[in-house]
C-alpha cells in the first residue's frame, strides 16, 4: 500500500468542508489549541519565575560557602581567599550569626552579617539595593533593610543596639545537672554593642530583607566572640553560577577539612519545591490536552458514522484494513499537528503581549492579579525553554494521534459489505 | 468455454437481531471468460448476496467459490485483497463516489490503491473519462454531475485497474431510461471490444437481453440458467 494513497485520502476527509462534523473538527482544533497554549505560556512563566528566584538566590547567597567542620569560625581564612583566587573565582571572609537588635524599646532578633569591605567588589549586590543612605562599613557602623527599619521605626543616622549572643551566654551558668544559675557577680556589666544606620537596602527577596543587617566582620567577630581575623564562613563567588560544580569538586579537593556547599545545596528543598510546581501544572494541564484528544476521539467517531459508505467502498476497491486505520489515524495527527501550531503560535503571542494582557484584565476585574508588593516584581517573568516546548508539542500530537486509534480501529473492522449497504 | 469462476453448494444466512434469514441456499454457477452474464430475481433473493462473494467482499457460510482455479474462499484477506483490486471492477447502483475528490481523483483511487501514483495513473483515468464523455468534467465534484455523468465516472473507475472482471449492481437502476441507455452502450462496447466478463444484477429484462446468459435467483438458488 502506497503511504502517499494514505495520505492523500486523510489529508481531504481532514480538509475542512461546511457540515457539522467539520464544525466539530475545527472545535477540536480549537481544543488543541488552547490546550497547548496555556501550556506553553503556564510553563514560560513558572520557568520565569523559577529563575527570577534563582536570580534573587544567587544575589543573596554565597555561590559557594566554605565552613569549619571542627569550629564555629576560621582562624586565619587569608590561604583559602588566596586558593579560591587561584581558581579564578572571588573570595570573601564572613562572620555571620543570630543577634537580638534594639531600637528604644523595640526589639526584634536579627542576622549579622560581617563582612570585609575591603575584600568585596565594587559591584556587590547590597551596594546596588541601596535605596537611603550609603554603604558604609566603618566599625561602629550597619546597613539595614528596609523591613527592620520600618518595623522598628528607624532610620539613616539612627543608633541601634545589638545584644551580642556570646556575652548574654556568659551571663549565665549550667552545671552538670542542667541547673541554670547567674554567672559570677563580679564580672563586667553587659552592655549591648551601639550601632549607626549609615544605609538602608532593599534587596527584593523578603527572607532576606527581613531579616539581616549588614556589619562590618572586625565589629561581627566581636559580637561573637571570634577572635579578629577570623570568619565563620568564606562566601565564594563564581563567573557562572548555575554551573559550579567544577569549581565546586575542586575547592572539596583543595581543602578536604571544610565543609563546602554550593547554593543550590543550600536551598535545595526551595528549588525541589519549585521544580515539583513546575512538574505539577504541566501534569494538570496536560488535562486540558487530553480532552482536546477525546474530542478529536468523539469526532472521528462521527466522521466513521457518517462515512461508513465510503469506509465500505475503499474496501471494495481494495483497501485494508490497515490501510483505513492509517487513513484515520493520521487525520488525529493532522488535527494534534495543526491544533499544536497554532497553540504555540498564539502561546508565543500571550507570553509576547502577558503584561498587557495582565494591565488590561487588571483594569477590567479591578484587582491586582499580580500584586508588586509581594512578588517584588514589576513585570510578569516569563522565559520560554526550548525543551519544554519540543516536550508540549511531542506530548500534544501523540495524544492526539493516540485519540484517534479507537476510531481508527472500528474504521478498520468495518464488513465491507455491510457498510455498502448503510443507510 | 474457459471457466472464470465456478460457485459451488454456497450457502449465506443472514444474522437480523435475534432471526437468522437465509439467503443462498446450496447455489450453484459457473461463469466463463468474457460472458455478459445477467442475474435476476425478485427483491432480498440474493443477487447483491452472490456478487459480493464472487468480488470477496464477504465469505460463504458454506460451499465453495474458485476464481481461475483458486478456492478465494481459503485464501489471505491480504490475497483476497490483491484479487480485488487486480482482477475485479465494481459498479454500484447508487455509483459510491468519495464526494471529497474530483471526479479525476475517484476514478485514480483504485489505482493509487494498488500502489499506482502519479502521471501513468492520472493519464490513464482520463483516458478513460474522455472514452465515457467526461471530458470536460475532469476537476468537477461528484455533487456537480447528473446522475448519468457519476454513474459513468464509476465505470472509469471500475476499469482502471483492467480487471478481467465487471461486477455491476443494478448499474442503471437509478438512471431514467434514456441515461441508462448510454451506460448500456459503454456495457456492450466492454463486452464486444474489450473482452471483459462482466455480471450484472438487474431488475429490468430488457436489460437482461443485451446479456450472453442470464441466470434468476429464486429461494436461494439459480432457477433458471
Partial sequence: MNFLTELFLAWRYFKPKRNAVSVITVISLIGVSVGVCVLMVVLAIMTGFTNE???????????????????????????????????????????????????????????????????????????????????????????????????????????IMLHSPA????????????????????????????????????????????????????????????????????????????????????????????????????????????????????????????????????????????????????????????????????????????????????????IYWRNELLHFMSDVFNIEIFPRQFYYLSQLPAMVVPGDVIFISICSVVLCTLGALIPAYRAARLDPAKALRYE | MNKLISIKNVYRTYKLEKSFIPVLRGLDIDIYRNEWLCLL???????????????????????????????????????????????????FQAYHLLPELNILENVKLPAMLSSCFGKKATEKAEDLLVKVGLKERLRHRPAELSGGEQQRTAIARALINDPELVLADEPTGNLDSKTGEGILEIFKELHNNRARTIIMVTHNPEVAKLSDRIAVIKDGKIENN
Fill in chain 1, 53 to 159: 528566584i534563582k536570580t534573587k538566590l544567587i544575589s543573596t547567597y554565597p555561590h559557594i560557602q566554605i565552613q569549619n567542620y571542627a569550629k564555629p569560625y576560621i582562624k586565619d581564612p587569608e590561604p583559602i581567599i588566596e586558593g579560591i583566587d587561584i581558581m579564578g573565582a572571588n573570595a570573601i571572609s564572613r562572620t555571620e550569626g543570630y543577634v537580638l537588635s534594639q531600637f528604644g524599646n523595640n526589639i526584634s532578633p536579627q542576622y549579622v552579617i560581617g563582612i570585609n569591605p575591603e575584600q568585596e567588589s565594587d559591584s556587590n549586590f547590597i551596594s546596588k539595593s541601596i535605596i537611603s543612605g550609603k554603604y558604609s562599613l566603618n566599625n561602629g557602623e550597619a546597613v539595614v533593610s528596609y523591613v527592620m527599619a520600618n518595623q522598628l521605626g528607624f532610620s539613616v543616622g539612627s543608633k
Fill in chain 2, 41 to 91: 430475481g425478485a427483491s432480498g433473493s440474493g443477487k447483491t448476496t452472490l456478487l459480493n462473494l464472487i468480488g470477496c467482499l464477504e465469505y460463504p457460510d458454506q460451499g465453495a467459490i474458485t476464481y481461475n482455479g483458486v478456492d478465494v474462499c481459503n485464501i489471505s484477506k491480504k490475497a483476497r485483497n490483491e484479487l480485488r483490486i487486480k482482477n475485479i471492477g465494481f459498479i
Fill in chain 1, 167 to 350: 556575652k548574654l551566654k556568659a551571663m549565665v551558668n549550667i552545671d552538670k545537672d542542667g541547673k541554670v544559675y547567674r554567672s559570677n557577680r563580679n564580672d563586667n556589666l553587659y552592655l549591648p554593642s551601639e550601632f549607626t544606620v549609615t544605609g538602608i537596602f532593599n534587596v527584593g527577596e523578603y527572607k532576606f530583607d527581613s531579616k539581616v543587617i549588614i556589619t562590618n566582620i572586625d565589629d561581627a567577630n566581636a559580637l561573637f566572640g571570634y577572635p579578629l581575623g577570623s570568619a565563620t564562613m568564606i562566601a565564594v563567588e563564581t563567573k557562572d553560577p548555575f554551573n559550579i560544580s567544577e569549581i565546586y569538586k575542586t575547592i572539596k579537593n583543595v581543602f578536604p577539612g571544610y565543609q563546602v556547599m554550593t547554593w543550590m545545596q543550600m536551598n535545595k528543598q526551595f528549588l525541589d519545591v519549585l521544580a515539583v510546581e513546575k512538574n505539577m501544572m504541566f501534569f494538570v494541564l496536560v488535562f486540558i490536552v487530553l480532552v482536546a484528544a477525546s474530542s478529536i476521539t468523539n469526532t472521528l467517531i462521527t466522521v466513521v458514522v457518517q462515512k461508513t459508505r465510503e469506509i465500505g467502498l475503499l474496501m471494495a476497491l481494495g483497501a485494508r484494513g490497515l490501510t483505513i486505520m492509517k487513513i484515520f489515524v493520521m487525520q488525529g495527527f493532522f488535527v494534534g499537528s495543526i491544533g499544536t501550531a497554532v497553540g504555540l503560535v498564539l502561546g508565543t503571542v500571550v
